[in-house]
């Protein structure tokens, strides 16, 4: 079976400092991972994902993530937040072919941006 | 071009009435999801339905929980003699095919309250 950790249910930065999500992961094979971010009343939008290639993936707003295959992780980090990222993060795991359709989803980040 | 849409935004209703939620995916995405997200929670699967294939109900917590799919297109979600714990926000979600390399795109989701 499949599983996502997050094991931080809230980070506080401050605008202008580096942020880092954390997220771990459990999956048979080579994993599809994503990030998805939901602002407040809002469905989920899709951030990236990682399926091949370059461990450092390129995102919406700046963001980037890292898979880290021996470490199982797929962290979120930005360079520089702003207030405006302040919103809730979910990582995202699905198994490669042969696998479920179905991913599983993280418990969510609560990430606050301080001015 | 326009996103998943999602009816009502905000539905009140009683104890033991029915209820039917409304997802329009992304013209020409096979695969549709639902979830219900639990204030503060994170996103628990309900059903998928993959082109003409036999949904996959492994997440519906009760028969009380029914969903249907006309081909490719417009998705209900029907909850019967609903209860104070099925207040939730019920999220749908579309993918362009069945692979599973595909980010979902997530609509703004329905705000179910039981009273």
């Known amino acids: 079976a499949q599983s996502v950790a997050q094991p931080e249910d809230q980070v506080n930065v401050a605008e202008g400092n580096p942020l880092t999500v954390k997220c771990t992961y459990s999956?048979?094979?080579?994993?599809?991972l994503f990030w998805y971010v939901q602002y407040p009343n809002r469905g989920l939008q899709f951030l990236l994902k990682?399926?091949?290639?370059?461990?450092l993936v390129k995102g919406s707003y700046g963001f980037e993530a890292e898979f880290n295959k021996s470490q199982t992780s797929f962290h979120l980090k930005k360079p520089s937040a702003l207030v405006s990222d302040s919103a809730l993060y979910f990582c995202?795991?699905?198994?490669?072919?042969?696998?479920?359709?179905?991913?599983?989803f993280g418990r969510g980040t609560s990430l606050i941006v301080h001015p | 071009g326009a996103g998943v849409s999602q009816s009502p935004s905000n539905k009140v209703t009683e104890k033991g009435k029915d209820v039917e939620l409304r997802c329009d995916p992304i013209s020409g995405h096979t695969a549709l999801y639902w979830y219900r997200q639990r204030l503060g929670q994170g996103l628990e699967f309900l059903i998928y339905?993959?082109?003409?294939?036999?949904?996959?109900k492994s997440g519906l917590p009760s028969d009380r929980f029914s969903a249907e799919r006309t081909g490719e297109s417009v998705s209900t979600l029907t909850i019967q003699r609903t209860q104070q714990e099925d207040s939730a926000v019920y999220l749908c979600?579309?993918?362009?095919?069945?692979?599973?390399?595909?980010?979902?795109?997530f609509g703004p989701g329905t705000r179910l309250t039981v009273t």
């Open positions: 990682y399926i091949t290639g370059d461990n």
């Open positions: 979600a579309s993918s362009p095919t069945s692979g599973i390399s595909y980010e979902q795109y």
């Open positions: 339905f993959q082109g003409n294939s036999a949904p996959d």
């Open positions: 995202a795991v699905r198994p490669p072919s042969g696998g479920s359709y179905i991913p599983t």
């Open positions: 999956v048979s094979g080579n994993p599809y």
